[in-house]
């Protein structure tokens, strides 16, 4: 009789202490009245006929309330989250029409409250320091009423949802799905009362978050759905509750009503609370806080349009009429601003001579680009300098990195291009590399950049010179596939026209020596770099390079010499390794980089055959054949390249090469 007793108490007790309903990692709250067991802080307060106020009209602040026990979301530290459901209704009522305070949100963290937060457009959930600080581990569910640009909001009406800051992860206007798909509007400061159903799947890791008018009943299809793993983001147990806040104009945020469950589905909701009636207040309260309030909107209005005509000093660009025609390949300052950070030193790809490259990701589209920064100073050669850009924006080529476009702004110029995930090539061969390439990386590159080259010189509708080519121009995609990038100095003249004179611009050492004596940028300039740069990547060594006693390493002469002395793969590249070297490949190389370095151009070979050379369609001359004397890289003067390929028979004549008969002269002799 006496345990019975003991039992029958303790059971009240229970029944006193506990919710309307109560079990395990279980609670519902049909209204307040008997659940003022929940913790509050701030400004939340309970109204006397059972509703939760998180904040009020009366004061510009913040309020929380959490269930007061933690809630068991895993077995262990490393165990995966449980399924869990949550239901609440809620309603949110501004004395003014379209102004509100800033919002609420579903919150779950490791404690109760949120120590160190802050109002306003934080929502009382974090501050400036802590924002999207992976350490906070919390997640939430945000009803924000307010647009905030330092947030990427959309718009001041949506629902996202947030982890660890208030850059939603996943964000939708604020509306919900009929069962035929159409999207209905909602406004979440009418007033009016609505529910939300939180609900994430163990086994899909998906959470989805829904969103329908009270009474209406739960749509099908949720308005937010979000497939991530919470697990590395929730202790053992965490808190549940809900966070609120204000700005300048005071708000009520109420809940009527709240369920929670995990490995289940969360209790419907029923008999709630009624809202006051709307219009309850009189005109006094226009008086004390109205006025105030539009005067203080007033100011910030007033703040904003300051801040506003100094952001866009901050980001004015230079656009002039005869730009216009370009404008689909412009960008806005203010997006690459945003993309690169700031142009942090942090996402500085790289430097020299000609500007800074920053990697960047656009604000909308998420696309990964690289922004290039140059100074410039002449309008009339800015103009050209535009119009050559967009000319060769519209190149398509697997072996071009794609310019995607420009932005100019007081002294700078910024060309974007489509950022190349693995850098340039000169990374791979200097300077104690994360791995080296082997030999068929290095083949394949040397392919690419080849067919890329080609295409600028007889495949497009204008002739494009390159100027700059090295490794350093080089940059490899996902795949370590050789893109040609970097046409910051590039030039370009139609077919069967005369380049005209520039000044001389480049690189040492890849620089032809008909170009630096007359300033014309020609195809075969372009190849006499090709042919350092074959060097380059076969020996592992730039074309100069300093040495101790003054005497600088010239790699073409040293590459020469080696080859006069029967020798030629003493120059290869000792970190290649035996594994995949294909001896006649690499000599083939070698070969036809000092054929395309030869210091006349008329003994250089074209793009074209030089395609063929490297496919072995066609056979390399040897180079003893063409009357290599032994002093260094002096050719003897008989004819030149072309003279000796037409000692061969040939049958056609290419219009774009400068050698008509090397395409199909060496047809029959292979390789």
Not at 156 to 169: A, P, Q
Not at 461 to 475: G, P, Q, T
Not at 515 to 532: I, L
Request: a neutral charge; glycine letters at 10%; hydrophobic letters at 40%.
């Amino acid at each position: 009789m006496l345990f019975n007793l003991v039992i029958l108490v303790s059971l009240l007790i229970l029944v006193d202490f506990a919710p309307a309903s109560c079990e395990v990692d279980a609670f519902i709250y049909n209204g307040f009245q008997s659940g003022k067991n929940l913790s509050l802080d701030g400004i939340a307060e309970f109204t006397p006929n059972g509703l939760l106020l998180l904040t009020d009209s009366k004061t510009q602040d913040q309020g929380h309330a959490f269930y007061p026990k933690p809630i068991h979301f895993k077995n262990s530290p490393n165990a995966t989250v449980f399924s869990f459901s949550t239901t609440f209704v809620f309603a949110i009522r501004s004395d003014f029409g379209n102004l509100s305070g800033h919002g609420l949100a579903f919150v779950i963290a490791p404690q109760r409250g949120l120590r160190r937060a802050l109002a306003n457009h934080y929502l009382g959930l974090f501050n400036s320091a802590n924002n999207g600080d992976r350490s906070n581990h919390v997640v939430g569910v945000e009803l924000d009423t307010q647009y905030s640009e330092d947030f990427d909001d959309i718009n001041d009406n949506h629902v996202g949802i947030d982890i660890n800051g208030l850059t939603s992860v996943t964000v939708h206007t604020t509306g919900y799905f009929d069962g035929t798909g159409l999207f209905h509007n909602l406004t979440l400061i009418s007033g009016q009362p609505m529910q939300v159903w939180v609900d994430y799947d163990e086994s899909t890791q998906r959470i989805n978050v829904t969103l329908a008018p009270l009474h209406m009943g739960k749509p099908i299809r949720p308005l937010l759905s979000l497939k991530t793993d919470l697990s590395p983001i929730f202790y053992q147990t965490m808190y549940v509750g809900f966070s609120s806040s204000t700005g300048s104009v005071p708000t009520d945020h109420y809940i009527l009503g709240w369920s929670f469950k995990t490995n289940g589905k969360a209790q419907e909701l029923s008999q709630l609370p009624n809202l006051p009636r709307l219009g309850r207040k009189g005109t006094s309260r226009f008086v004390t806080i109205g006025l105030p309030v539009i005067f203080l909107v007033s100011l910030v209005v007033a703040t904003a349009t300051v801040v506003y005509y100094v952001r866009r000093k901050k980001y004015e660009e230079l656009l002039e009429d005869w730009e216009r025609e370009y404008r689909p390949q412009r960008f806005k300052y203010k997006d690459l601003y945003a993309a690169t950070k700031g142009f942090r030193e942090k996402e500085l790809l790289g430097a020299g001579g000609f500007g800074k490259v920053y990697r960047g990701v656009m604000p909308i589209t998420k696309l990964e680009i690289a922004v290039k920064k140059i100074s410039h100073e002449s309008r009339q050669g800015m103009k050209e300098f535009v119009s050559e850009i967009v000319i060769i924006g519209r190149i398509q080529h697997r072996n071009v990195v794609p310019l995607l476009g420009y932005c100019r702004r007081k002294g700078e110029l910024l060309l974007v291009y489509e950022y190349m995930s693995n850098g340039s090539l000169d990374k791979y061969l200097y300077d104690q590399p994360r791995f080296t390439l082997d030999w068929n990386q290095r083949f394949r590159v040397i392919r690419g950049v080849a067919s890329g080259l080609f295409f600028l010189h007889e495949e497009c509708d204008h002739i494009v010179v390159h100027r700059d080519i090295k490794a350093s121009n080089i940059l490899l995609d996902g795949e370590l596939n050789g893109r040609l990038g970097d046409f910051g100095l590039a030039r370009l003249y139609g077919h069967g026209t005369d380049p005209q004179s520039t000044r001389v611009v480049g690189t040492l050492g890849y620089l032809a020596p008909e170009h630096t004596r007359t300033g014309r940028a020609t195809p075969s300039s372009d190849v006499f770099s090709f042919g350092a740069f074959l060097l380059e990547v076969a020996c592992g060594r730039r074309p100069i390079e300093p040495r101790q006693d003054g005497d600088d390493l010239i790699l073409v002469d040293w590459v020469f010499s080696c080859w006069n002395r029967g020798n030629i793969l003493e120059v290869v590249d000792p970190n290649i390794g035996n594994i995949d070297f294909v001896r006649g490949q690499v000599e083939l190389v070698l070969k036809l980089g000092l054929l395309c370095s030869h210091s006349e151009p008329s003994f250089r070979p074209t793009l074209r055959q030089i395609l063929l050379f490297l496919d072995g369609v066609v056979a390399l001359p040897e180079l003893s054949a063409l009357g290599v004397s032994s002093a260094g890289l002096t050719f003897d003067r008989h004819g030149g390249f072309d003279d000796f390929v037409k000692s061969y028979p040939s049958s056609s004549v290419n219009a774009h090469s400068r050698s008509p008969s090397v395409t199909d002269s060496f047809l029959s002799g292979g390789r």
